[in-house]
């Protein structure tokens, strides 16, 4: 007897279950969207802020008279924290609830940009890096809360499609910082002036996020099964439960590692080597660079139903992981331009690198929900969250360190090597989406299911506080 027949054959059990769906109708209705809406605006000011360095690099290594080693150190202080911290926010969500941790996650964003922003302004670099380690303590914790929260409002069928829908509104953070902070340096010649605005979306965010958690809170008093779940110490996580994790989600952390690992290390210094090796300015590569994250506002929502109403998401991983290799290898061999004479074909390995993120990252983070018990949900986000900023600390500054030591002309100004670097690092996670593949195959291909399956699955058995499965 599987867990959906076991939960139908308890009568015990279905008429509790019953009652908590009538009063459940809140989060089904309209004001999901709306839901939806905040929690995309409250993950813009973050992607914008994060990326701010990227827009600037060329402004902060001359104003602070740096090489790039000491410029990405800008990502890897940011990064260091979160090796453990989204770990214990995780934990913090499952424990204290999602709205707190928004709450105070998105309240240390504009905590560490202010402080960036006046260590740019007093040209005092270590305050900047000050301001980036306080950055990172919401910047990643803040991303598992709405994971988590989207989670609550979205099970089932839409869930790949809203976070996909998140994350991809969450990167025009991105494209806004790439195209509008070199031309906001451009009017003020000052460095803190980007970083300034940035502060500003960090309000903006901050807002947005309490209008989000207005609505989950006015859910929550409707839905006495959610509060009572809410409330459950049995709800949130212990070392014990990680005997639980299965082999497909150490796969699926592995696979973030590598992937997220060569996609953050090229955007790290993607402005830079556009104008180094293609001939374009600071201005004209951060106009070209919001290609990768147009490409995931299209794509991501659509590729996020589409998965949810097909499944195929370990298939999928596999084809965009063999893009993301070609796109690095040419990317690593393509003739390098003269300066003031733009070579436009980067264009196309734009479009592929916008290509693999959106197809993986509609895949991916919707994946861990499937793979672990729904109350360790907050707790499996953290892990993967915590996972990947152990490589944001390491890559950096390991292609930093390749860079200053091959950048001649011979050598492609240092980025022949840094792309070599990583092409390797995709390969290697190529490797795991097909042990991934070949797992969920041996499995019951939990991972390549449609959502209608799923909620029988997964979902129902655990939507009522008296079915514990564990």
Known sequence: MNQFEYCCSDTS????????????????????????????????????CFDNPQALQAAIVDDFKINTFWYNLL?????????????????????FGVRLGINLFSFLLIIGQGVVTFGA???????????????????????????VLISKWFKGKELALALGA?????????????????????????????????????VFSFISGLFANYFD??????????????????????????????????????????????FYGLNTNINDLMVQRFGFNSEQAGQLIPIIYLCAAVIIPLFGMYTD???????????????????HLILAYLPSSPKGVPNYSIVGILFGVGLFYSTYAAIYWPCIPLV????????????A???????????????????????????????YWTEITLAGLVVLGFFTTLAIYIEDMRTGERLNKPATEEIKEKLIPYSHPSLKRF
Request: a positive charge; hydrophobic letters at 45%; aromatic letters at 18%.
């Open 217 to 262: 809170n006015k859910a929550d008093e409707m839905d006495v099964t959610e509060s009572r779940n809410n409330d459950n110490p049995l709800s949130t996580a212990s070392i014990k439960d990680f005997k639980s994790f299965t082999l497909i989600y150490y796969l699926l952390l592995l696979n973030g590692f590598f992937l997220y690992g060569g």
């Open 75 to 95: 990502y890897s202080v940011y990064a260091f924290p979160n090796i453990i911290l989204p770990f214990f926010g995780g934990m913090f969500v499952d424990k």
């Open 121 to 147: 302004y007093s040209h005092n670099y270590n305050l900047m890096l000050a301001g980036r380690v306080i950055y990172g303590f919401g910047g990643e914790s803040l991303g598992v809360a709405q994971s």
């Open 309 to 327: 109403y097909k499944g195929k998401r370990a298939f999928f991983m596999l084809i965009s992981s063999a893009i993301f290799v070609a796109d």
């Open 372 to 383: 672990v018990k729904e109350r360790l949900v907050g707790t499996a986000y953290g892990i």
């Open 13 to 48: 059990l279905a008429a509790p279950m019953i009652e908590a769906t009538k009063k459940s109708n809140y989060r089904a209705s309209s004001f999901r969207w709306a839901v939806l809406i905040l929690s995309c605006l409250n993950g813009v000011g973050n992607y914008f």
């Open 166 to 202: 998140t994350l991809c509104f969450s990167r025009l953070g991105s494209s806004f910082n790439s195209f509008f902070s070199p031309m906001v340096y451009g009017w003020f010649h000052e460095v803190y002036a980007p970083f300034l605005v940035g502060a500003f979306f960090c």
């Open 385 to 415: 969250t915590a996972l990947q900023n152990l490589m944001l600390t390491i890559i950096p500054m390991v292609l930093g360190v390749i860079h200053d030591h091959t950048n001649t002309a011979k050598q492609k100004f240092g980025y």
